[in-house]
């Protein structure tokens, strides 16, 4: 059984990355072996389809669990029809969240649990924009 976990870097000690499709790396782990092998996720910066592109990667990998933070539609679908196991809200180091699916202490979801594009963090900034800084109408108009 292979778990996936969502991650900001390579390896075991990586902080989980809570954005399955956005995500910078999935860490996969097999517990028989204690083999660990990180995956850049080259749909990261994807400007659509970026969940199912991350989804195909994972599935690819021949992942059993998947371990991340939220999980979209159109990911959820695909890793529902393979028959994975897909547990969300996972949060501290990837050695962390093994350990708690391990241990029985996560749950599966039945659905997503959020929606598209919701990865991109769209919204959430905190800059100001242009606030008049624009190039304007100027004074004439060429007439």
């Not at 991650?7 to 910078?24: I, K």
């Not at 159109?74 to 029809?81: P, V």
Request: aromatic share 6%; proline share 3%.
């Amino acid at each position: 059984m292979n778990i996936c976990v969502t991650a900001s870097g390579e390896g075991l000690d990586s902080e989980v990355d809570p954005r399955f499709g956005r995500c910078s790396y999935f860490v996969i782990y097999d517990p028989d072996t204690r083999n660990v092998e990180s995956i850049s996720n080259a749909a990261a910066f994807t400007s659509g389809g970026t969940g199912i592109k991350a989804a195909e990667i994972v599935a690819n990998a021949g992942v059993d669990a998947l371990l991340t933070g939220t999980m979209g539609p159109n990911a959820f679908s695909i890793f529902s029809e393979l028959g994975i196991d897909v547990q969300v809200g996972i949060k501290g180091t990837v050695r962390e969240a093994i350990r708690q699916y391990e241990a029985g202490e996560l749950q599966s979801i039945r659905s997503p649990n959020t929606t598209p594009g919701s990865g991109m963090r769209k919204g959430n900034g905190m800059g100001n924009g242009m606030k008049g800084s624009g190039m304007g109408r100027g004074i004439g108009r060429g007439k």
